[in-house]
């Protein structure tokens, strides 16, 4: 059984990273859950955001770093629910519940 | 005790030292993010088999 | 239970603050957080912001500086690399935060 991944994103120039590594990690049956804080919330507005989505297991933005970086809370990227608009609560899961841990 | 440092850009000095310590007398491995192409797959591997993961900026 | 041990690296002065938002928010969750502020100088933090501090150290936290004005300016603690490298060895996670 492949061990699970959290990834906590803080750098809004690492989306690449982000879909590179879940791809990898998913591919070998792991589960992998992403949370997005601070200037990364912009990639939420990434074109392949959805696709991370469809690909991780979880996936979560920090909504007062959203609602901070000048979007509507109300504006729900595709891909994301009203419940995964979340807060630092994930990072904690992130470490918490998952076997290995990377930040980008 | 196992940490994988990755570098998302070449580290500098500071990275360099922090690096130094935090790997003295342990086990330890690299992977460099920041050249084109990464190998993701390799890397999962890597983090997988890591203790910890230290991502430099 | 055994508590996480966590810790924040900020080199960015636009990534500090949020920064230690984010220390506070695993704080919360039950974890030792801590931040440091290297390389930059940051501006007075604001009453809002102090009060994060305060809490985070309520909670056993600490955000440290490598840099003298951060010190003298926010109260934050003082550090240097050679101390901040063996802290970080005693950490179970260790995220450098933001852009460099």
Not at chain 1, 40 to 63: G, M, R, W, Y
Not at chain 1, 71 to 86: C, F, S
Not at chain 3, 14 to 41: F, T
Not at chain 3, 68 to 80: T, Y
């Amino acid at each position: 059984m492949a061990k699970s991944l959290g990834i906590f994103v803080t750098n809004p120039d690492n989306f690449a990273h982000v879909l590179g590594i879940t791809k990898a990690a998913k591919a070998k049956g792991s589960k992998v859950k992403v949370f997005f804080t601070w200037t990364a919330t912009h990639n939420a507005k990434d074109q392949a955001f959805p696709e991370l989505c469809e690909l991780a297991d979880d996936v979560s933005i920090c909504v007062d770093s959203y609602k901070k970086q000048g979007y509507d809370i109300e504006d729900i990227p595709q891909g994301l629910t009203a419940k995964e608009m979340a807060t630092q609560a994930q990072h904690g899961i992130i470490i918490e519940d998952y076997d290995c841990y990377i930040s980008l | 005790m196992k940490v994988l440092n990755v570098y998302r850009s070449e580290p500098d000095e500071t990275v360099k030292k922090l690096v130094e310590i935090v790997t003295r007398d342990r086990d330890s491995d690299s992977f460099d993010l920041y050249g084109a192409s990464p190998d993701y797959d390799t890397l999962v591997d890597k983090i997988f088999d890591a203790d910890q993961t230290i991502c430099w900026w | 239970m055994e508590y996480k041990k966590c810790i924040f690296i900020y080199r960015h002065k636009d990534y500090a603050v949020d920064g230690m938002r984010s220390a506070l928010g695993l704080a919360v969750e039950n974890m030792y957080s801590y931040g440091v502020v290297m390389d930059a100088e940051m501006e007075k933090l604001d009453e809002h912001n102090m009060e994060s501090l305060e809490m985070l150290r309520d909670m056993e936290g600490e955000i440290y500086s490598t840099i003298p004005a951060n010190v003298e300016k926010n109260g934050l603690e003082s550090i240097d690399l050679e101390e901040l490298g063996e802290k970080l060895r005693d950490m179970d996670i260790i995220v450098p935060y933001g852009l460099k």
